[in-house]
């Protein structure tokens, strides 16, 4: 089964603090991809990461830091110093290599509130 | 540059009746994509279109479902008729890359499906 389950459905958290966003993903492949996509209120999806399956090298952009662990077929995704700005639904979301283009399978989303 | 735009934002209707969705991808994207999240579920892929053609429309639900580009500029998806489970938030993404390692999709906001 292909699938990706974000457990957390809405994290609160106050300005400043640090957050972590879960992701776990199942797939038969052994070439694959990994997303994160941003969601803010106005609605689109904002791309922020892509991983490839034989990258397991960690990455850091800014507050943004993800954390990739075959070991656990995890990609968590975390913000450290949040601000209100980062408040969104963010969605994990896995590509098969063998898939065709396009076609992700998305997590149901964790919902963020960060307040000030 | 304007990003992908759709049309509605918002469209309410009864069942029964028929809905045309529209999105318009940033000029000189080839690849066209319409996702569905139904609410309370993961986003879901639909369709891909390449410049007018289908490349793969293995996640339409059903022959309700209608999707045409023509001319390969802008893309409407028609349903017709619309049923209750047809209601959620309809995604169209596109991209210039058909390279996938190097894809990245620019989403829309999406058009909210209310089927009453």
């Known amino acids: 089964a292909q699938k990706v389950t974000q457990a957390q459905t809405e994290i609160s958290v106050v300005e400043k603090e640090d957050v972590t966003l879960d992701c776990v993903y199942e797939?038969?492949?052994?070439?694959?991809?990994l997303f994160w996509y941003k969601q803010p209120p106005s609605g689109e999806l904002v791309f922020l990461i892509r991983?490839?399956?034989?990258?397991?090298q960690n990455e850091i952009s800014g507050r943004y830091s993800w954390n990739f662990q075959k070991s656990t077929s995890s990609f968590n995704f975390t913000i450290t110093a949040s601000q209100v700005v980062d408040s969104a639904v963010y969605f994990c979301?896995?590509?098969?290599?063998?898939?065709?283009?396009?076609?992700?399978?998305f997590g149901k989303g964790t919902k963020l509130s960060v307040k000030p | 540059e304007a990003g992908v735009t759709q049309f509605p934002s918002h469209s309410v209707i009864e069942k029964g009746q028929t809905v045309t969705l529209r999105c318009d991808p940033i000029?000189?994207?080839?690849?066209l994509y319409w996702y569905r999240r139904v609410m309370g579920k993961e986003i879901k892929f639909l369709l891909h279109?390449?410049?007018?053609?289908?490349?793969?429309e293995s996640g339409m639900p059903n022959n309700r479902f209608l999707a045409e580009r023509t001319g390969g500029t802008y893309s409407t998806l028609k349903v017709q008729p619309a049923e209750l489970e047809d209601s959620g938030v309809y995604f169209c993404?596109?991209?210039?890359?058909?390279?996938?390692?190097?894809?990245?999709?620019?989403f829309g906001s999406g058009t909210q499906l209310s089927v009453l």
């Open positions: 797939t038969r492949d052994t070439t694959y991809y």
């Open positions: 993404a596109s991209s210039l890359d058909s390279d996938r390692v190097n894809e990245k999709l620019f």
């Open positions: 979301a896995l590509q098969n290599y063998g898939g065709s283009q396009g076609n992700l399978i």
């Open positions: 000029s000189g994207h080839d690849n």
């Open positions: 279109f390449v410049k007018e053609s289908k490349q793969d």
């Open positions: 991983r490839n399956s034989f990258d397991e």
